[in-house]
């Protein structure tokens, strides 16, 4: 067999193993070419599998770095304007993964990056929970009775004490000095 068939077939047991296709200067060794070398930090074709060599042939990518961080071949830069990412993560390239109030959803998908119970402002904000002590279906940020259920705003008669006007004068029994009298307000 000859040596570039040889070489082709453990190139492609290789980039099987990495599950790469690797061309070097303009050839592939799966078609015949040479081992061959590219620029400093560009991915290289070599009989015996691939590597992202630097410029001393160190398994680096153009910053110095191992891509792979474990000393193994090179993987396949997803994001190859991004020089943070190799993959594009939970934000895509070009946006970092940060998760800055540690709640498990990043910065990019937090609509309250900084606020650790909240994913989304909700009804009261980022920051502000929104609680509704009273179950009454107001959130307390927006309830004027916060401890009232049957009120979200404090009325004539104030949070705690309704504003039932019993004998249908306009005035809540609360400010009704003659509460079943119709005709009166005040006694006298």
């Known amino acids: 067999m000859p040596r570039h068939a040889t070489s082709a077939a453990r190139l492609l047991e290789s980039l099987a193993a990495c599950a790469l296709l690797v061309a070097c200067g303009g050839q592939t060794a799966a078609t015949g070419g040479p ?25 680096a990518g153009a910053d ?26 939970l934000c895509g390239c ?16 937090d609509g309250c990056p ?41 009325g004539d008669c104030g949070c705690g004490a309704p504003d039932t006007d019993a004998d249908g004068d306009g005035a809540p029994d609360c400010n009704d000095g003659c509460p079943a009298d119709a005709m009166k307000v005040a006694p006298g």
């Open 35 to 59: 081992d061959a070398e590219t620029a400093a930090g560009d991915l290289v074709c070599q009989s015996g599998g691939c590597s992202d060599a630097g410029a001393d042939g160190s398994d």
């Open 64 to 89: 110095g770095r191992d891509p792979g961080a474990d000393g193994n071949d090179a993987v396949v830069d997803e994001c190859p304007s991004d020089p943070e990412k190799v993959v594009p993560g």
């Open 94 to 109: 070009g946006v970092p993964d940060t998760d800055t109030d540690g709640d498990g959803a990043p910065d990019c998908n």
């Open 114 to 154: 900084a606020d650790a119970m909240k994913v989304a402002p909700g009804d009261c904000g980022c920051g502000a929970p929104d609680t509704d002590t009273d179950g009454d279906g107001a959130p307390d940020c927006n309830d004027g009775c916060p401890t009232d259920a049957m009120k979200v705003a404090p």
